[in-house]
């Protein structure tokens, strides 16, 4: 079977791994899009250009909703016959996704319809999901709508998992394996899209600083689960001393206390102790205003104060 000429939209670590495991596949890569260079090398882009291959920096491919026509030409005279978006956070017109023979490919870290949006693992955490796994599906004009290709299932969301440790320990290997399995599947003519039960679907929105404000009228274990839905991206966030602290490492602790919520009850084993509705808080380090982030035992919060 001729090699398939493959389009890529995505961009960081991930994005690299699937690229390599595209190569590996013997694919050939007409062209791989990332995001502009904000200051750090992404590992999708130095990879490809590594090896020679087009790489393409463009923030928007739509003005005022509509395609751009120069970014669509560019595209196509690339001659892609599928499209593969591992991690990418670019909205691309239907002239992009539904040119190639092949059409699209898309990465989601959930099972989708439920928990659609670009915040879906950290949403999980926060309302208290226990299970979850990764989606790849065929991009539509909505908004993680498509019908999927391949799922997989079958993730623990363990108590001490917060957003960062979910997806790099656990949705990361799962969604490179997603991935590549679903363009081995539309390559060889063996895929069976599935349309999603939209009876089942659930949008949650991007979490601002807005959604990550800790509300300590709020029992425990929702504010445990905030603290590591947040984390590392945008941080839990509170107020000490009239500056903004992010919390980050969190645990629930069994345990209840008199103290008010938001009280600053002990450091312990390098973590503060806070006091909640219902039991107590761990937390490993914190973020005082634009500052580094720092070990809790480092941060100058002492047993005695209060997060408001």
């Known amino acids: 079977m001729a090699p398939t000429r493959i389009a890529v939209f995505g961009q960081a670590a991930f994005g690299r791994d699937v690229l390599l495991g595209l190569l590996d596949a013997h694919h050939e890569i007409v062209a791989v899009h990332v995001p502009p260079s904000r200051g750090r090398p992404d590992p999708l882009a130095e990879e490809a250009e590594s090896r020679g291959l087009p790489v ?3 923030r928007h491919y739509r003005r005022g909703g509509q395609a751009i026509p120069e970014r669509v030409q560019e595209y196509l005279r690339a001659g892609a016959e599928l499209n593969v978006m591992p991690f990418t956070t670019v909205i ?5 996704v539904a040119a190639p023979r092949l059409g ?5 870290p959930s099972l989708l319809p439920r928990y659609r949006g670009g915040a879906a693992i950290a949403w999980q955490i926060m309302l208290g999901e226990t299970e979850t796994g990764v989606s790849v599906f065929r991009p539509d004009e909505g908004v993680d709508t498509g019908a999927v290709v391949v799922q997989r299932g079958g993730v623990r969301i363990e108590p001490a998992d917060s957003a960062g440790s979910l997806y790099f320990q656990k ?8 991935m ?9 003519g063996a895929a069976r899209p599935e349309p999603q039960d939209e009876s089942q679907a659930s949008f949650q929105g991007l979490v601002t ?6 509300d300590w009228s709020r029992p425990a274990p929702e504010l445990d689960r905030w603290i590591r839905g947040c984390d590392p991206q945008p941080g839990a966030h509170a107020v000490w001393k009239g500056e903004r602290v992010r919390l980050y ?3 629930l602790l069994p345990g209840e206390t008199s103290a008010p919520p938001g009280s600053i009850l002990a450091l312990e084993n390098g973590r503060l102790l806070v006091s909640a509705r219902g039991g107590r808080l761990a937390v490993g380090k914190v973020r005082i205003g634009d500052g580094p982030k720092l070990p809790a035992a480092e941060a100058g919060i002492s047993p005695g104060d209060r997060l408001a």
């Not at 691309?92 to 992009?96: H, R, T």
């Not at 949705?171 to 997603?178: F, I, N, T």
């Not at 590549?180 to 060889?188: D, F, G, K, P």
């Open 209 to 214: 600083d807005e959604v990550a404000r800790l």
């Open 56 to 58: 393409l920096r463009h």
């Open 180 to 188: 590549l399995e679903a363009v081995r599947l539309v390559t060889q």
């Open 92 to 96: 691309l017109p239907p002239e992009i």
């Open 249 to 251: 490492e969190g645990r």
């Open 171 to 178: 949705l990361y290997p799962l969604g490179v394996e997603a």
């Open 104 to 108: 699209s490919l898309c990465f989601h």
